[in-house]
């Protein structure tokens, strides 16, 4: 089901037409979703973390938990939720419950319809997410965290940089590149 909304939201974002043949081991083969090993076909990575259903049963820490502190200190809390599934279905949670839960900063008119204006860019924070999600090590333990306070939003994920990327050289170099471009393909980066 959920490839089958993959290659729909692709035709709409990157105009590429959904195949006509049903999905099958040849699609998965080069979607890279599936990989060949010898004679036995296995999920890849990026297609577990992206497509899975419980991606969590083999990348334990494949998953964000938000936690919305009432204190600079964080030492109390109002929430705290830990969002899993697909990496795709991750992203959609969290931002839904980031417009639910964010703070307003105002607002205007488009037309004649109001607008929201959040506390921080909708826009901002899930280029952040995606971001920490693309970019970490799924092998570390430890989870993408998110850090609502009242002075700052705090978006970390375990590990380092990739490879040759320092903050003084911000090359854009993912470490998951299937998995960027399972996104990129939707629209999201």
Known sequence: ALVGAFLKKREEV???AVPSSRIDDELLLRLKIIKKTGRKLNVTNAGLLFFGKSPQKVFGFARVH???FLDVDMQRYSDQRMFEGSAWKIVEAVESYLRDNMRRSGGGKKGFA???RFEYPIEAVREA???AMVHRNYFDAGDVKIFIMPNKLVIKNPGSFPPGVTPDV???RPR???LSQYFDDVGLI
């Open 66 to 68: 938000l936690v919305h």
């Open 14 to 16: 990157r105009g590429i």
């Open 170 to 172: 911000p090359e854009h």
């Open 114 to 116: 109001r607008t929201e």
């Open 129 to 131: 997410l995606l971001n």
């Open 176 to 178: 998951n590149p299937q």
